[in-house]
């Protein structure tokens, strides 16, 4: 099985700050890497598939990069909307596996 | 308008079975593959299973805790995909969220699942 490892696992920031969320797969997923947000009591969003596409209507302070096992989230100046735990998750072979999360919180 | 409802969650003994459902509508139920995902009290997201589209070969794949235990199927008649969930164990607490997409780009609100004597 793939198992995804997030880093961090929690950062406090404040709005307008950049950030940068890594996700490192146990093993090569070429490019099946997708990257989510979850608040509490909503449904997770997808933010990026396939490492760097953007899903619709997700802002372009969001990008994505990486290849092979290592990826990268990065969100270009904060909003207060964006406060809230990130996963990635390899859709590359099954079991599909999530990373652990990162809980972005205000500093 | 896109959406997808779970429902059949519920308060369960464990060893106990139950059936999750759930309704799809506004994109073409047949072409989709379709997952459960859940998502412990306090826990991260976690893959349960998938089923994909008839024309992909309705391939099944499942979680190892769930493997043996639940059976995922769909029925495209109905745009409903389902979750059996037989022998439940306390550790399979969670709100259980349907997604579909190769990446899950259409998820449900979730039903919750908790398993208690």
């Known amino acids: 099985d793939i198992q995804m490892t997030q880093s961090p696992s929690s950062l406090s920031a404040s709005v307008g700050d950049r950030i940068t969320i890594t996700c490192r797969a146990s093993?090569?997923?070429?490019?099946?890497l997708n990257w989510y947000h979850h608040k509490p009591g909503q449904a997770p969003k997808l933010l990026i598939f396939?490492?760097?596409n953007l899903e619709s209507g997700v802002p372009s302070r969001f990008s994505g990069s990486g290849s092979g096992t290592d990826f990268t989230l990065t969100i270009s100046g904060l909003q207060p909307e964006d406060f809230a735990t990130y996963y990635c998750?390899?859709?590359?072979?099954?079991?599909?596996?999530f990373g652990g999360g990162t809980r972005v919180d205000i500093k | 308008e896109v959406q997808m409802v779970e429902s059949g969650g519920g308060l369960i003994k464990p060893g106990g079975s139950l059936r999750l459902s759930c309704a799809a509508s506004?994109?073409?139920?047949?072409?989709?593959?379709m997952n459960w995902v859940r998502q412990a009290p306090g826990r991260g997201l976690e893959w349960v299973a998938r089923?994909?589209?008839?024309?992909?070969?309705?391939?099944?794949d499942y979680a190892a805790p769930v493997k043996g235990r639940f059976i995922i199927s769909r029925d495209d008649s109905k745009h409903t995909v389902y979750l059996q969930m037989n022998s439940l164990k306390i550790e399979d607490t969670a709100l259980y969220y349907c997604?579909?997409?190769?990446?899950?780009?259409?998820w449900g609100q979730g039903t919750m699942v908790t398993v208690s004597s």
């Open positions: 089923i994909k589209s008839k024309p992909d070969g309705e391939t099944i």
């Open positions: 093993q090569t997923i070429p490019t099946y």
């Open positions: 396939a490492v760097s």
């Open positions: 997604a579909t997409g190769r990446a899950f780009d259409i």
């Open positions: 998750q390899q859709s590359y072979s099954a079991p599909l596996t």
């Open positions: 506004g994109f073409i139920f047949s072409n989709a593959w």
